[in-house]
């Protein structure tokens, strides 16, 4: 049976270990990513419904910028996990109803909810 899959590429391993245990609850095959670099790769690959990014990564480009690129390339929902301020974000993102951000520090209701409307959108 096929399960629709999610990338998730989180540097962060304690909100990437959030983030896994409430996707548990979806039907979904969860691709756990060890870093942005391979997201390009795992999209082809996996064709995914949903792509989970961090805003800041240690290296390489920020999550806005490759919430963009994927947008162009794929079909996939984009959830973006930030602790960075509304403005610094709304600055660099794209209006684009596939392109979701969830702001730190964010309860497990919001979390949860955040999830379901991209899942829920998704499926």
Do not use: W
């Not at 629709?4 to 270990?17: G, N, S």
């Not at 403005?87 to 794209?94: F, I, L, N």
């Amino acid at each position: 049976m096929y399960s629709p899959v999610i990338l998730l590429a989180e540097d962060d391993p304690i909100i990437a270990l959030d983030l896994m245990e409430n996707l548990e609850q979806f039907p979904f095959q969860v691709v756990e990513l060890d870093g942005p670099e391979e997201l390009s790769a795992a999209n082809s690959a996996y064709q995914p419904s949903l792509i989970i990014l961090n805003y800041r990564y240690s290296e390489g480009p920020n999550g806005m910028e490759l919430a963009r690129s994927l947008l162009a390339q794929s079909s996939a929902k984009i959830l973006c996990v930030t602790g960075a301020g509304r403005a610094e974000v709304e600055s660099e993102s794209t209006p684009d109803s596939r392109l979701h951000v969830l702001y730190k520090p964010f309860s497990r209701a919001q979390l949860q909810s955040c999830l379901k409307a991209c899942c829920n959108a998704t499926a």
